[in-house]
């Protein structure tokens, strides 16, 4: 198979959101994309309709984007009713016009999450999930007091089953599709990750309390099962993990709770 | 003329590094609280010395533009990292790993310096798997590895096709313990808009919020920049969007010395240009090479056959048939330049003509296509997300892209620029690859400097300046440089001209594509070099920018970056027209064997171009910084 002969050129109708700032009232506003190439990506479809835009003299849509292939996570449309758009497995930046047909009307939204407020246009904050990284999402591992890599081998099955979790690229489309707007698959896919290793055991209970203390302090709804975050997931990232997170919890509120009755009861014994 | 001390230390190659930690100078414990330092960029280089200085005890305010320090373009790096740690036993040494790299980068880097990178990439492995980062392992659970260009071991370590991202989750998740612990006050959408220089000294930044316009002034005892690499000047690349020059640019206006400006990596292996509307240039990872295999047809009329039609005989394996030794896996120069010859010769695949095979039927009849999904599917996913095209069944195309810069600010051996308190780590700085840079080694080099290099050698400096003693950032120079950003700020955006700012970086991508890429030549340059000015002239006088700055403006910002890249390009090009001889990925024409190899000028140009700016519009001044190899004999590049 050679490369296709040139695609006939086509054209789409926008309605996007548009809004000026944090805190103000915003609106759906409509505009035509022409001359679309099927091998153009959704984001260089929008970057021909923002030089027209600027061409115009009106300002461009704003919106969140940077590597473009997919595993940054700065990408964050909402593209007819679902974060990150029709396909399975891949980001906004993934999504290329031979999705779309001619004549077809497009809707783009930011995400609707009351953790992730709007800044501007298809803009979100998303430094909720850095607070949440912050309060336990890591192994304490001070630079240079590390053992020699081999010296904790894991094995096989675990490593794979970790980076399922690791690979995680934290774009916040789970809370974008839950009704709830639960942030539960982000927390459970770095849970899982660091309390599978065996580098994460020590921190293992304080972890999983602390991220989950923190979600659920910064405004996040809770999780109900119906796994709409794994089906938008970019990285398909399974829901299986947030049963994981589930237990690591109650395991670690129980020995938490059962620390302090021995520490209250306890003396030299 | 700006003074280049290497300060390299003296003795035997081997003992440099540990010698030196133990001849710098110490900051105690009580001291270094009373240090701040000043850490811009959160990738792999910024994040891990952001995190690794804290730790120490400094006070650490690390600035990025992203919106979360897990954004930064290290976090794309597929193919893995390499570590002298010889798990295979197949041979390989701090020594070994040294001498590929020096060989790597066409005997244009400091031995020094690479030496110290091969000793400490050991370390690397053990900090990152103390993170957790969940690197592949073997059936036993001990790491795995697979090879990558220019060795001839498997030492290079990865996780899946996703290595970047899973060090830089390390690195982030260090940043954000002590971002936690409030040992870092993380300022994240911070654009570093200029660097303050008191008494000669680093002592702040200028930056804009991007969200609201806000310009503020930060001062310290010291300025670290880790801003990676400026690839986007072609502005198609294989680089982020939001990847820029801007803050290695303004220091250099600032005295900061560039070296080797026009030492770029043009990567063999990516998806081929379609269309003009296209944004970015998507990496095939280098590890691809251990089993594709790549050709064109033999004969130029066979092109556009169907490749399955085209008989092995009629094949033309031409990494193989000229690198024996090597084959698939020679350096990605010489195998962006073979590319392009057969291009060249009329013999590109695809639309475009410029293409070629990169065919995995070989592997998948030996290995099976399981054992191929599990080693490359992530890789195979995003071909076809991007090409509609199913490379299990029909071979890759590919085409070389722009994908790293070797070139960067000059520092010495402490990650020290000739500005006394400006340390530049990773991509940003000119250190460690030379003229070519080896696959697995940017990750390497990142993490080195940021883990294992500026914690120790950063004390050396601080330890001459008195606790307490950094200027006010109500000072006259602080004050001063908030004016010119502001000023450029306003300039911009009163221009209201014609054209959109993508308008003026698609020009000038095509310039140095077309003049400064994978073959130079001297008239080429110098055509550029007129071009340019014009272009940057046009520029000021006619880029639309809407909106105003005292909110999220993506125009202005990038009206900012591609002002500068403009310039950077005319620095770019002035480089390779003085440069004359043909070294890893500066291939000029007329410096060139029978055979098309590089020609190496070792009398004249044994040494780093160092360009100090000498005043807008006036011609920078270029310093040698000669190289001396006292381990290495320098000789010509075989790989065959």
Known sequence: ?269 | MAKLESKIPPGPLADKWRKHKLDMKLVNPANKRKYEVIVVGAGLAGSSAAATLAELGYKVKNFVFHDSPRRAHSIAAQGGINAAKNYQNDGDSVYRLFYDTIKGGDYRSREANVHRLAEVSVNIIDQCAAQGVPFAREYGGLLANRSFGGAQVSRTFYARGQTGQQLLLGAYSALSRMVGAGAVELHTQSEMLDLVVVDGHAKGIVVRNLLTGEITRHSADAVVLATGGYGNVFNLSTYARGSNTTAIWRAYKRGACFANPCFTQIHPTCIPVTGDYQSKLTLMSESLRNDGRIWVPKRAEDRRKDPAAIAEADRDYYLERMYPAFGNLCPRDIASRAAKRVCDEGRGVGETGLGVYLDFSEAIGRLGEPAVRERYGNLFDIYHEITNENAYQVPMRIFPAVHYTMGGLWVDYNLMSNVPGLFVLGEANFSDHGANRLGASALMQGLADGYFVIPYTIGDYLATQKPGSRPSAEGAEFKAAEASVRAMTDRLLAIKGKEPVSHYHKRLGRIMWDYCGMARTREGLERALVELPALREEFWRNVHVPGSAATLNQSLERAARVADFIELGELMCLDALKREESCGGHFREEHQYPDGECKRDDVDFAHVAAWEFAGAGQAPVRNAEPLVYESVKMSVRNYK
């Not at chain 1, 505009?31 to 309709?49: G, I, Q, T």
């Not at chain 1, 850095?130 to 094995?155: E, H, K, W």
Request: glycine share 10%; aromatic share 6%; with cysteine.
């Open chain 1, 1 to 269: 198979m050679v490369a296709a002969s040139t695609p006939a050129p086509f054209t789409v109708t926008l309605r996007v959101w548009r809004q000026a700032g944090p805190g103000q009232s915003g609106a759906f506003v409509d505009y035509v994309a022409k001359d679309l190439n099927p091998d153009m990506s959704f984001l260089e479809m929008l970057d021909v309709v923002n030089d027209e835009l600027t061409l115009k003299g009106e300002e461009p849509i704003a919106f969140a984007h940077d590597c473009r292939e997919g595993i940054c996570g700065t990408c964050s449309l909402v593209i007819d009713g679902k974060p990150h758009g029709p396909h399975r497995g891949v980001a906004s930046c993934q999504t290329y016009m031979r999705s779309f047909k001619n004549g077809d009307l497009i809707v783009i939204e930011p995400y609707r999450v009351r953790a992730f407020p709007v800044i501007k246009d298809l803009v979100t904050d998303r430094t909720a999930f850095d607070s949440i990284q912050q309060a336990g999402g890591f192994i304490t591992a001070r630079t240079g007091a590390a053992p020699d890599a081999n010296a904790i081998p894991v094995a096989k099955g675990v490593a794979d089953l970790a980076m399922d979790a690791a690979q995680c690229i934290g774009c916040g489309a789970c809370a974008a599709a839950c009704k709830n707007a639960s942030a539960m698959l982000f927390v459970a896919a770095k849970v899982s990750h660091l309390g599978l290793m065996p580098q994460g055991q020590p921190e293992r209970d304080r972890r999983v309390l602390a991220m989950v203390q923190t979600m659920d302090g910064l405004g996040f709804g809770s999780c109900t099962n119906q796994y709409e975050c794994s089906a938008a997931c970019p990285k398909l990232i399974s829901h299986d993990f947030i049963s994981r997170l589930n237990r690591d919890y109650v395991k670690a509120s129980f020995r938490t709770a059962l620390e302090t009755v021995a520490a209250d009861g306890g003396g030299e014994g």
